[in-house]
């Protein structure tokens, strides 16, 4: 892995030994998120052959601290991701967002036809949160407080994490490692998300993939199955996983699923 810094931001990049495939996947971490908890999937996909980049996205180590990070917007965030997209050059990548990284990803699409795959994973929803959706919880509310609180500055206990929202399905033994991994959010961001950002799936002209999971405390399955149809896009849920599937049990099924929808669903002059 080489750490890349670009300005105030931090990218990692994984290259494989070969490269089998003409373009590269960019992920972008959910909500306090950072790069460390896409480490699986970055790791897995280099090694199938796709030159693979995470962003760590301003305020969010190991980019710069962000003094004003509370008031940062998802505007700030989409402007990063296209930051590194120029200047790495990887315009052609195809993206592949969790969580309010698969909304940040859908803005990107928008803007750019040169994507040449959408992929969202337990994705936060452009269309707002609803009282109807956090009936779909089986923590009521367990949406808003994940925006609100679990990742911003209040303090949150491991414990009330891992009993009912972010880490509901990791084994006991690595709960306290992997919330680790996780830093402050913007609650500006949370905000947005709330209230709904405007996303136009006309303009998203790349072929797209949606992930819900039925175990996912944070983000209800069935909230992915409505955006599916939003964006029309193809649709893949998982039984066995819930909002980290990239570090539950068995995560490796995911990762052949993605890879699998990509060889068959993005056109690629080295396969041919």
């Given amino acids: 892995m080489i750490r890349i810094k670009i300005d105030n931001l931090a990218v990692d990049e994984y290259q494989p030994e070969v490269v089998k495939y003409s373009y590269p996947l960019l992920f972008i971490h959910g ?16 090694g199938a052959g796709w030159p693979s980049y995470a962003i760590n996205l301003r305020g969010h180590h190991p980019s710069d601290r962000e003094d004003a990070l509370e008031q940062t917007t998802i505007e700030d965030y989409v402007a990063d991701v296209k930051k ?36 969202t994973i337990s994705s936060a929803p452009p269309f707002g949160v609803t009282p109807e959706m956090n009936n779909d919880l089986s923590y009521p509310g367990s949406f808003m407080k994940s925006l609100f ?20 399905n990791i084994d006991e033994n690595e709960k306290e490692e992997i919330f680790r991994m996780f830093v402050a959010e913007s609650l500006m961001v949370g905000y947005q998300i709330a209230q709904g950002v405007f996303i136009k799936p006309a303009d998203i ?12 405390a944070i983000v209800p399955e069935s909230m992915e199955q409505k955006l599916a149809g939003f964006l029309h896009a193809d649709y893949i849920s ?9 570090l539950e049990k068995g995560w490796e099924q995911s990762a052949n699923d993605i890879a699998q929808w990509l060889q068959n669903n993005v056109a690629d002059a080295t396969q041919n």
């Fill in 31 to 46: 909500a306090g998120g950072t790069s460390e908890y896409l480490k699986n999937y970055l790791q897995f996909f280099a």
């Fill in 84 to 119: 590194v997209m120029r200047d790495l050059a990887i315009e052609n990548c195809a993206l592949i967002g969790h969580s309010m990284g698969g909304l940040i990803a859908q803005k990107i699409a928008m803007q750019f036809k040169s994507i040449k795959a959408l992929i």
């Fill in 149 to 168: 609180l679990l990742l911003s500055f209040i303090p949150i206990t491991t414990a009330f994490m891992a009993e009912t929202t972010l880490l509901n």
């Fill in 205 to 216: 002209k790349c072929p797209k993939l949606v992930i819900g999971c039925k175990l996912d």
């Fill in 238 to 246: 998982y039984e066995q996983f819930a909002h980290l599937p990239m």
